[in-house]
């Protein structure tokens, strides 16, 4: 347990030095030694063999709910060879605890986190499923849903019931004065669900802090009993076997008065602690963060070379970007964010364009200023364009959480449905769907271009539509998200092997794309990337190195063919012929130029 002494600091640095926080420290340290004890032989021998699993090119990951794609942890079992079919070597299960009762945000408002949710199964079938999947070499990320806990937990029970060390668990106050304080300067997450950021409950006559909804409360991680259980909670999941935890909001996770209450400093020692102590009781296992915020304040949460916080993050950046490009055929600010960041050794990059929450229009506000842009009027485009709102647009997404005080919007809608699928079934438009086919192919090479980990959106696979059926369901009815999470479709998902159809036009270049993925050691997470400007706003180009060899990836966002000089890529690239992987073209860089078919994209290795 080499990290002690650096947990020991970080712990006094955040909770003081008192007889209580030495014993508030001690349990920590037993619940890591008991944590220790308990874990399986074949997860310790993968903690002293494969640490950095999740920097394999090998890896290609999909994101699905157990209860929509399979009905049960026990079906989903049965299904490996859908996942092997296409390539998928690791699955995220959106959230598979207990959680309450009613509306539970899909499954984000934990009652229980040593239980598994009812209606998928229990206990044993999980850990017979982790096994199953192990043996067929995928791995497994569960959520962790770590700012807040349903008000049907047991510590928010007890504070309900008046026990006041409970109570210390979260955030609450006798009257809504210092409520009122932190509502000036905290915005809201759901203004349109949810006001303010306060619930008043009466039983205990206090003000409770919920971010996201009323049955969602905030734990207090000020109070080191908050850090102890959750750590406690997390080493027992990593226990069971599980390759990735996804510890979710992690941006909320310290309040003070007169701030935003996001991002706070403090977070960072608290995931610096989490990944600690994680390093020494079980290594093998990986933290991904999810932080939905401005780029500048995502990276933060990799820590740093010496200081690493979580392995991995969501590329919420990459995601707008590659939206913003197909909405604007400009890839100028795609190429920029991609030079943007360093990122630590230990970090890698989540890279998805789609995942079950709703679209956020953030992106970096000086790169579209120096375009001669304006970031207000420019969100308001895409707001507009991915909101069925701009004439011209492809796109059939639907506005979420639209605030009229300053026209601020975020979006849903399936990956086919925003780029303009579902636009062309419904206008019958042959040659439409075909662009909006090229576009969803195009969108799903760049993930598996880019440095990273690739993860497909369960569904978006075969070309999944926006699906309204959730308003016939009270306890989801209210909830725009659903759009793009329906059950998943598996009469369509045969098409996948008939010609001629979405799906299999979607599905098999997306397991051909995974299939070459896995040979090239130049999209290795720790292979090198830069994006090189080519002097042609549609096309971006994408550059890996590994020991000196290079491959270059070129994909046109305009509906129009384009010409490619080939001056920039000879100033960077050794030698001249080059092959393309995906169709074979060949390509002599010492030619002036080549041309690229509407929204094609090239892996061009040197031959
Ligand atoms: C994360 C989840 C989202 C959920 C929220 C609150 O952002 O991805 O679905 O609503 O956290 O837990």
Known sequence: MKNRKQIASLYHKIYGQSRQTELALAQLF??????????????????????????????????????????????????VDYFRDLGITYLHLMPLLKPRDGENDGGYAVEDYRQIDSRLGDMPDFIKLLDT?????????????VNHVAKEHQWAQSALDGDVLMQEMFIMYDTDEIPNRFNKTVPEVLPDKCPGNFTFYPEIKKYVFTSFSNFQWDLNFANPQVFNGMIDNMLYLANLGVNMIRLDAIPFMWKQVGTTCRNLEPIHDLMRMFYLIKEDVCPSLA??????????????????????????????????????????????????DTNRFLIPRKGTWMNYVRCHDDIGWGFNEDAIRQFGFDPFQHK????????????????????????????DARTNGTLASLLGLQRAVERK????????????????AVIMTYRGFPLIYSGDEIATLNDQSYKKDPAKSTEGRWVH????????????????????????????????????PYLHGQASQYAL?????????????????????????????????????????????YKD???????????????????????CVHQ
């Open 30 to 79: 037993e619940m890591m030694d008991h944590a220790f004890v308990m874990r399986k032989a074949d997860l310790k021998n993968m903690d002293n063999t494969n640490t950095d699993w999740y920097f394999n090119q090998k890896m290609v990951g999909m994101t699905l709910y157990v209860d929509l794609f399979a009905g049960s942890l026990k079906k989903l079992a049965k299904r």
């Open 133 to 145: 999947f192990r043996k067929n070499d995928i791995f497994i990320c569960i959520d962790y849903v």
């Open 287 to 336: 933290l991904l963060g999810e932080a939905i915020v401005e780029p500048d304040e995502i990276v933060k949460y990799f820590g740093t070379d010496h200081q690493p916080e979580c392995e991995i993050m969501y590329n919420a950046n990459l995601m707008v970007d590659i939206y913003h490009s197909f909405a604007s055929r400009d890839v100028r600010l795609l190429t920029i």
């Open 380 to 407: 308001q485009f895409l707001i507009k364009f991915y909101g069925s709102e701009f004439e011209g647009s492809f796109s059939k997404g639907e506005h979420y959480q639209y605030n009229p005080l300053n026209k």
């Open 429 to 444: 438009e042959h040659f439409r769907q075909r662009e909006a086919i090229d576009r969803v192919n195009l969108a799903h």
């Open 485 to 520: 999470r329906p059950i998943f479709d598996w009469k369509r998902s045969f098409k996948k092997d008939v010609c001629g159809t979405f799906e299999h036009d979607v599905y098999q270049n997306l397991k051909k794309l995974i299939e070459l993925r896995k040979n090239l």
């Open 533 to 577: 400007d080519l002097n042609n706003a549609h096309v971006f180009c994408l550059i890996r190195q590994v020991k000196e060899k290079t491959f270059f990836a070129l994909f046109n966002f305009s509906e129009h063919t384009q010409f490619v000089t080939t001056y920039h890529l000879r100033q960077v690239l050794f030698g001249n012929k």
């Open 581 to 603: 992987l995906i169709q074979g073209r060949t390509f002599d860089l010492s030619e002036p130029s080549f041309d690229l078919s509407p929204y094609e994209y090239v892996w």
